[in-house]
């Protein structure tokens, strides 16, 4: 039978004891445990899913669409040098009409080969069968859609495609590679109602398209090692005479970036967080192991007198901070894996892949779990070394009593006519700063969390009033199907219920400076608009500088530029020049990186009329039913993007996704308050009682001896809120820059508000905790406490 | 002339525990203890003293029996009202000072004052206890006679009726406790503070007006002093 040194009986023993501070350390802990297991775990179950997907189905390495291709180019391109396999296709936007759905959807045709022998970008075939290669109007259906309309293989629907009103049969569901991550083109979130991916037959949608003997769309996928960056110039080459709208890698392929940046953002996390729970650990232990071995002194010297050596004694305490680590590692690994899977599941349900790889990760675990141990014991080991190098006789003498002396405080409380409970407090502040300090930064720490938290609300908000109020003023967007003049500005007028109407230039454009290039849309804005409007740094609407570039802050920092510095704008989309223009302005946007310049400068610098490919129009919503008939039935209309439909989708998101992750936050903030003040508030007691108990035998009331007690604490935790206020704001600019891409850009924006809830918050924690230790102040024996002497 | 009791107790009666293992502390205490004089009780280590002090001081309560202070019987009182008690009418002096480290002698008078009725001023309080001159010293600058001279200053400095004193002198040497029991002596006279003290230092009996001996939880002898002697002339 296993028998137990006494040693070790007297640590079960104590942490018996003090098994309520210790929870309160190990919980801290296991949140930093937690949010790295969470998060390399998610990344990793997500990583090698994607990847394993990506591998399986034959995800393309470079992409590239074109006006019209000759079906011959693409021999050329199969050999050029780094190029293992191609993937020509016909690929198009058309007008979608749902039963069901009085708006019109959106969807993207893709076509099949016409052998059936797919090459890249794989479809997974969930139900039913490919479409036949030789029917017209048979349809693979992404699974996103099928599921938000009930689609089964057999059903139909109407799209207009060219023009045609087609009634397609669906003859199975898939998934694939490409569309992970399903959105529409001007759209900002995937609507899985209102667009959807279908893929048909070669010759089908050859038809359709007017493509036959040519392809518009090419994807290719590299030999390993080759470079991108040749293969991708050497096909814009190529592409240019057939109206090529530039090549890109998988960084511009919408799904794979959105998954990127998801798992960036994971990562971030798990750099960030972490850190701050460890180090409030590390103090905590310190402080609690410190109190704990001051109390054991005595005992401390009997066991070096009875022989015990220093190192063993050591042990002992350090194995107790060994306890708590490892406690906090257990709690920690079991939510961070049960957290994992959840959100692993909802990563995989939002972003649609087939299966998912789970994939441990190991290095989390034991990374996680060495780091979580050696933070408590190293604050431990500060607290052991002095205690145990005594010697046994100075040990087991009573510690010196503290030493106050009169200074700063002392001046104050004469100037202030303090009373001697505020005295007292001031001078046990004074007089134990580095205790005061854990409790002041530890505030200020869930301060800061919780700001940081709390201030998306506000990004977004602002976001919000940006995308939906100040520039996008429309209701809805139509996507021609070719470019046309201005007169069908005037034309889309007599719409029904259409209020205003304005028109829209887009062209693909790479904008270069030096060695930074990006592939963008440039899009020409009139002076005169009121429905779409540019902003500037201060999300104020701005007008049109009359020439030169307008730029998004994000895409100025990633090329490098600021307003006055010269770009080459390479023309895509069969213009076929390049241009220097200036950086006219920096405007803020808050989604997506797209570029403007003023209309006539634009058309003046391609030398061609005045032309608009995509509408903007405000509408009476009265109307509107009869509006969307007639979209449907306008052959010249590709696509809708409707920004009230957007608007609503985003409130959604963020009511859904925003709410959890800041609950989240806030709970894990409200947990170091928490941590923090009630450890603080145990050893107060536990030091003081005696002192605290004589203050009652004075004559002073229950309440009068909890305002020491409260008092202190409380005055930290005021003392710790403005640190946390500006800890956050940098905490908050910290996780905008992280958390910002070429997507979105999250604007730091922290309101009064914020920072009230999230003082209020810390404060109502800290009371809690402190209150919660004060009632056992009504448990001191009075009599027993003045016996003794400390 | 008829004496006014300060306090009277009816058979008060203490039991630590249950069963097999409770301590019967005291068993029916009948006592009083009149305004003005100066009581010193005296009894073995276990004999009750400490635990009658504390149930007279509200700090405890009997298990049975009644006390009175003056007409108000305390046991049937609640706790604020035992806190409001012992803040107006009470004055402790413990063995160990039980002063406040963290505030000076002058600090931890004005903590008491600072509640209470009618206080005297700290600086007045600490020149009746002795200590006129190290008002801005903390506990830790003061040796154990000057500490407790604090904690009798801190004692007196609201003018109580009643002055409870347990082992005042138990942690110093017999010089220092000469000092201390002269403070204490005096005040008695000057003030007119009825004045309880514990002490198993039998020499310390002839400075009071009146001596109880206390054996095993009862009262075993009450004597008066004819003739009181200063401490200074007392030896131990």
Avoid at chain 1, 435 to 450: E, H, I, K, Q, Y
Avoid at chain 1, 644 to 664: A, G, H, K, N, P
């Amino acid at each position: 039978m296993l028998t137990l040194r006494a040693l070790d009986r007297k640590l079960w023993r104590d942490m018996r004891r003090i098994w309520a501070q210790s929870l309160a350390i190990a919980m801290v802990l296991a949140c930093g445990v937690a949010v790295l297991i969470l998060s390399f775990g998610t990344l990793q179950n997500l990583t090698e899913t994607r990847d394993a997907y990506y591998e399986r189905n034959r995800f393309a390495d470079i992409f590239a669409g074109a006006t019209r291709v000759p079906d011959p180019i693409v021999r050329e391109i199969a050999r050029l040098p780094g190029v293992a396999q191609v993937e020509p296709r016909i690929a198009d936007y058309v007008v979608l009409d749902m039963p069901g759905m009085v708006e019109p959807g959106m969807g993207r045709v893709i076509s099949l080969p016409p052998d059936g022998a797919l090459v890249l970008n794989i479809p997974l075939l969930r139900t039913g069968r490919l479409p036949d290669p030789l029917s017209a109007d048979e349809v693979a259906v992404a699974q996103p859609f099928a599921e938000a309309h009930g689609l089964r293989p057999g059903d139909s629907f109407r799209a207009v495609m060219n023009g045609q009103m087609r009634e397609l049969q669906v003859a199975g569901i898939v998934l694939s590679p490409e569309y992970i991550y399903t959105i529409g083109p001007a759209s900002l979130f995937p609507d899985n109602r209102r667009f959807g991916v279908f893929w048909m037959s070669h010759t089908a949608a050859a038809a359709a398209f007017d493509l036959d003997g040519a392809f518009n769309d090419i994807s290719l996928r590299l030999t390993p090692g080759a470079d991108a960056a040749p293969v991708i110039a050497a096909l814009d080459d190529m592409l240019d005479p057939y109206g090529g709208t530039g090549a890109h890698d998988r960084d511009r392929q919408m799904s794979h970036n959105f998954l990127k940046h998801e798992l960036e953002q994971l990562e971030a996390l798990a750099w960030i967080m972490p850190p701050i729970f460890f180090v409030v650990s590390a103090f905590l232990v310190n402080m609690v192991m410190g109190r704990l071995i001051a109390l054991e002194r005595q005992q401390i010297g009997l066991m070096k007198a009875v022989g015990y050596r220093t190192r063993e004694i050591s042990a002992h305490y350090l194995k107790m901070a060994a306890v708590i680590g490892v406690l906090g590692v257990l709690i920690g690994w079991a939510a961070g894996i049960w957290i994992s899977d959840g959100m692993t599941e909802l990563y995989a349900e939002f972003f649609h892949f087939p299966y998912l790889v789970s994939a441990p990760s190991t290095a989390a675990f034991a990374i996680s779990g060495v780091l979580a141990v050696a933070t408590v014991v190293v604050g431990a080991m500060r607290a052991v070394r002095g205690t145990v190098r005594l010697r046994p006789a100075v040990a087991m003498s009573p510690p010196e009593p503290p030493k106050f002396s009169r200074g700063l405080v002392d001046h104050l409380g004469t100037w202030l006519r303090l009373r001697q409970t505020t005295m007292m407090i001031l001078r046990s502040i004074t007089r134990w700063p580095g205790r005061a300090a854990v409790t002041f930064l530890g505030v200020a720490t869930s301060v800061a969390v919780l700001v940081g938290s709390f201030f998306f609300f506000d990004a977004f908000d602002v976001m919000m009033d940006e995308m939906f109020t100040q520039s996008n003023r429309q209701q809805m967007t139509l996507n021609l199907t070719r470019e046309q003049t201005l007169a069908a500005v005037e034309d889309a007028t007599n719409l029904p219920g259409v209020l205003r109407v304005e028109g829209g230039y887009a062209v693909q454009v790479r904008l270069i400076n030096g060695p930074r290039e990006s592939l963008q849309s440039l899009q020409a804005r009139p002076d005169d608009a009121e429905l779409v409007r540019l902003l500037d740094r201060d999300s104020r609407p701005v007008p049109v500088s009359p020439s030169g570039l307008i730029l998004p802050e994000l895409l100025a920092d990633d090329l490098g530029v600021q307003a006055g510095d010269v770009l080459a704008v390479e023309f895509l989309g069969g213009h076929r020049e390049t241009h220097a223009v200036p950086v006219a302005q920096v405007a803020r946007q808050s989604l997506g990186e797209a570029a403007y310049m003023r209309d006539t400068a634009l058309f003046e610098l391609l030398r061609v009329a005045p032309r608009v490919n995509q509408l903007n129009l405000l509408v009476d919503e009265a109307a509107l039913p009869a509006l969307y008939a007639q979209i449907k039935a306008t052959p010249a209309i590709s696509g809708v993007a409707l920004w009230s439909e957007v608007r609503v989708q985003y409130q959604e998101m963020v009511d859904e996704t925003l709410f959890t992750m800041i609950f989240i936050y806030t709970m894990l903030g409200v947990l170091i308050a928490v941590g923090v003040v009630y450890n603080a508030a145990r050893i107060q007691l536990s030091e003081r009682a005696h002192e605290l108990a004589s203050l009652r035998v004075l004559g002073f009331s229950r309440g009068e001896v909890s305002y020491v007690l409260v008092g202190e604490i409380m005055l930290l935790t005021l003392a710790g809120l403005p640190l946390g206020w500006l800890a956050g704001y940098g905490f908050a600019a910290m996780t905008s820059a992280g958390l910002s891409s070429e997507i979105v850009n999250i604007p730091l924006v922290v309101s009064k508000q914020t920072y009230a809830w999230a003082a209020l918050v810390v404060f109502v924690s800290a009371l809690g905790s402190v209150l919660l230790v004060r009632r056992r102040l009504d448990r001191v024996e009075l009599v027993s406490a003045l016996k003794q002497k400390e | 002339m008829e004496r006014k009791a300060v306090f009277r107790t009816e058979g008060i009666t203490k039991v630590y525990g249950t069963g097999p293992a409770a301590v019967h502390a005291l068993r029916g205490v009948d006592l009083a203890l009149y305004e003005g004089e100066m009581v010193v009780m005296l009894g073995a280590s276990g004999s009750g003293k400490s635990t009658l002090l504390n149930i007279l001081g509200a700090l405890d309560t009997p298990t049975d029996g009644r006390v009175f202070f003056r007409d108000r019987e305390l046991t049937r009182l609640s706790d604020a009202a035992l806190t409001a008690f012992r803040r107006d009418h009470v004055g402790f002096v413990f063995q160990f000072y039980n002063l406040v480290p963290s505030l000076t002698a002058r600090e931890n008078v004005a903590l008491v004052t600072e509640i209470a009725r009618n206080p005297m001023r700290p600086e007045e309080a600490l020149e009746r206890a002795g200590l006129p001159d190290r008002m801005d010293h903390f506990p830790a600058e003061l040796s154990g006679g000057e500490q407790q001279r604090v904690a009798i200053a801190r004692a007196i400095a609201k003018r109580p009726e009643v002055l409870l004193c347990d082992e005042p002198t138990g942690a110093l040497d017999s010089k220092t406790g000469v000092k201390v029991l002269e403070a204490l002596v005096s005040i008695n006279d000057e003030l007119g503070t009825a004045t309880a003290l514990i002490t198993h230092n039998v020499g310390i009996r002839k400075i009071a007006h009146r001596v109880i001996v206390l054996a095993d939880g009862q009262v075993a002898e009450v004597t008066e002093n004819d003739a009181r002697v200063p401490p200074a002339d007392v030896s131990w």
